[in-house]
């Protein structure tokens, strides 16, 4: 199989993340390989493994759209178990909404089936610094690919793909033709670590790297210009500050409930 | 012609909440086409004239459902083109967004999710960051699609009740090509109480509850409230995976969100620090869910949520 798994370099949520410049992008400083990406990793490392891994043609391509810095969520993605990393790097992709983005993504796809079809393209449900989980369906879109959105679990099996998705009134079983995009959620396995073997073994393995004329995109096409949104102001909230903080004494249940008559919200 | 679709995807006897507002925010940009599908009750239809749909967009297909989205998205995409709305209005949920994605590809147009207000220039309002940014962003197409959270305005019903006029439209015939077919569907139990999105108060519990919801459920109950729960809650299995709040699962923005027995990692708060009041109960002091609380109580949840629950009950009378 040839799965395609999309990483992507983001801003780590633990540190405060911030909006800068006339789009108001992303700082891209001490970003990681987006933590929801790493289950589609695993989903596809195991899909790989069962059927007897890179030694039996099996290729787990990790693809990454972004500035220069992204190599690094390509590089973590090879040290967990990828097999092949290609990095997709254009100073006009910069500012790219998610329809520029998919449809950049889409190209870059289409350019890694030129020789042998994907037969998979895995995502996580969504990143986790735009959070839309717009990019999956619009990548399917483009392609006029069948799309399966936030399965928990997940089968390949005679060219179908099943997965299992879980609504707020109902769960459901889904089934699609490959090739096919398919997003996970964090339900669907414990991703693993880079352990040492994994991170020397990735030092051997390549990164391709490609510009927009390599997938036949133009510039007009993506970044700002090509992009169908634009944010127009963005403004920081002042962080929440602590309030009052008692230690109970035995009642502090009774001092809970004046305090929420005190905000009328009883 | 119609300034603004709103998109209902099976209304049921009546109409959510979500819906409303959605047909709500649309009137103040214009005149509103609703595209609904599947069964639409007398009761439902009665209600989208009173909040002044003006016409009601109906596929000619009964299977859209026995589809993941695309069909769906396809059709909407029909009766946008036949309406000639410019802005699309859909709710947040995981698959109003997905529809919204592909619908925004086949119409070539703006796609913003998570919107909690729109201007009359189709100006949207959201929070980013995990609620650490406020923006505006405008699509810079003709048309406009939104995808917009519940609890973002108060529904309120035109100021004259219309009749629609009601349309069928055929999806185009490539719609369910390439879509996910829906091989089994299994109804999930309702527990009776408010939605977790959309409740004015929610309680939740986490890794603090050792496996017990009941105070927190007992507490809910009392308040009228939702039960939430960490994540750390739903994969000891102790309450099921729908009820997480947080980056993997829901965002609240309740008027009251109450944090029992959660210790406030970055991925549960990046989903109810939007609340207006937080109230956290948490035996160790320096819990990071103290940083944000509003009211907080360091002390044993068994102790004071049944403490508070009864309390309530008593005042309530
Ligand atoms: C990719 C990813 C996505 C995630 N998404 C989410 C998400 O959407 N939502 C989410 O919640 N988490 C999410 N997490 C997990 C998150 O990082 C935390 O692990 C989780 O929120 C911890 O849950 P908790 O606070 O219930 O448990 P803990 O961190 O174990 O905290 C339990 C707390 O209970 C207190 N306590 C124990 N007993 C009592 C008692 N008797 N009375 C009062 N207090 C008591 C303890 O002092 C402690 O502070 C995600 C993690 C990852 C990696």
Do not use: C
């Not at chain 1, 990790?62 to 993605?77: C, F, R, T, W």
């Amino acid at each position: 199989m040839k799965i395609v798994v999309l990483v992507k370099h983001v801003p780590d949520a633990q540190f405060d993340r911030h909006l800068s410049g006339e789009g108001h992008t992303t700082d891209r400083d001490e970003s990681i390989l987006s933590e929801l990406d790493e289950y589609a990793l695993e989903a596809a490392l195991q899909l790989a493994e069962a059927r007897g891994g890179a030694k039996a043609g099996n290729k787990v391509i990790a693809l990454s759209m972004g500035p220069a810095g992204a190599v690094n969520a390509i590089k973590k993605s090879l040290q967990i178990g990828a097999t092949e990393g290609v990095h997709l790097t254009d100073g006009a992709l910069a500012g790219s909404d998610a329809a520029a983005t998919s449809l950049a993504l889409a190209a870059a796809v289409r350019h890694l089936g030129a020789d042998a079809p994907v037969d998979l393209v895995l995502t996580g449900m969504a990143s986790t610094d735009g959070e839309t989980s717009l990019v999956p369906a619009q990548l399917a879109e483009r392609l006029g690919l069948p799309q399966v959105t936030f399965a928990s679990s997940l089968d390949v099996d005679g060219g179908r793909v099943t997965a299992r998705r879980d609504a707020d009134t109902h769960s459901e079983t889904v089934e699609a033709s490959l090739p096919a995009v398919v997003s996970v959620t964090d339900q669907i396995n414990e991703p693993r670590y880079p352990n040492f073997k994994g991170i020397i073994a990735a030092k051997r393995k390549s990164i391709t790297t490609l510009s927009l004329a390599d997938i036949g995109v133009d510039s007009s096409q993506v970044g700002h210009a090509g992009s169908w949104t634009r944010v127009t102001a963005a403004e920081e909230r002042p962080p929440r500050t602590a309030g009052t903080i008692i230690t109970d004494e035995g009642d502090a249940g009774i001092k809970l409930v004046d305090f929420l008559a005190a905000q009328k919200l009883l | 012609m119609a300034n603004v679709l709103v998109f209902i995807d099976n209304p049921g006897q009546a109409l959510k909440k979500s819906s409303l507002e959605l047909l709500t925010i649309a009137r103040s940009l214009g005149e509103t086409a609703v595209a609904v599908n599947g069964e639409l009750s007398d009761d439902a239809a009665g209600t989208l004239g009173a909040y002044g749909a003006a016409s009601i967009f109906r596929p000619a297909a009964a299977d859209l459902d026995d589809y993941l989205v695309a069909p769906k998205a396809a059709f909407l995409a029909a009766v946008a083109d036949k309406s000639g709305a410019t802005t699309v209005l859909l709710e947040n949920s995981p698959e109003g967004k997905e529809i919204a994605a592909r619908l925004g590809i086949r119409l070539s147009a703006g796609v913003i999710t998570d919107v909690i207000a729109v201007d009359a220039d189709g100006t949207a309002h959201k929070s980013v960051l995990a609620g650490s940014y406020t923006t505006t962003a405008k699509a810079t197409t003709p048309v406009t699609v939104l995808s917009v959270k519940a609890n973002s305005v108060d529904p309120e019903p035109a100021a004259a009740p219309v009749t629609p006029e009601t349309v069928t439209v055929d999806a185009p015939a490539d719609a369910t090509a390439a879509a996910a077919r829906i091989t089994s569907r299994e109804q999930k139990v309702a527990s009776g109480r408010p939605d977790l999105t959309d409740a004015r108060i929610v309680v939740a519990g986490g890794r603090g509850l050792d496996g017990d919801f009941g105070p927190v459920e007992e507490l809910a109950d009392a308040l009228g409230a939702a039960v939430g729960a960490s994540r750390a809650a739903t994969d000891a299995g102790w309450i099921s995976h729908d009820a997480q709040v947080g980056q993997t699962g829901k965002t609240v923005s309740p008027q009251l969100y109450i944090s029992a027995g959660i210790s406030g990692a970055i991925q549960q708060k990046a989903g109810m620090q939007t609340a207006k009041v937080i109230v956290a109960v948490n035996k160790d002091a320096e819990s990071p869910v103290f940083e944000i609380a509003d009211f907080g109580i360091v002390g044993d949840l068994f102790q004071v949520l049944p403490q508070a629950t009864e309390e309530i009950k008593k005042r309530k009378g």
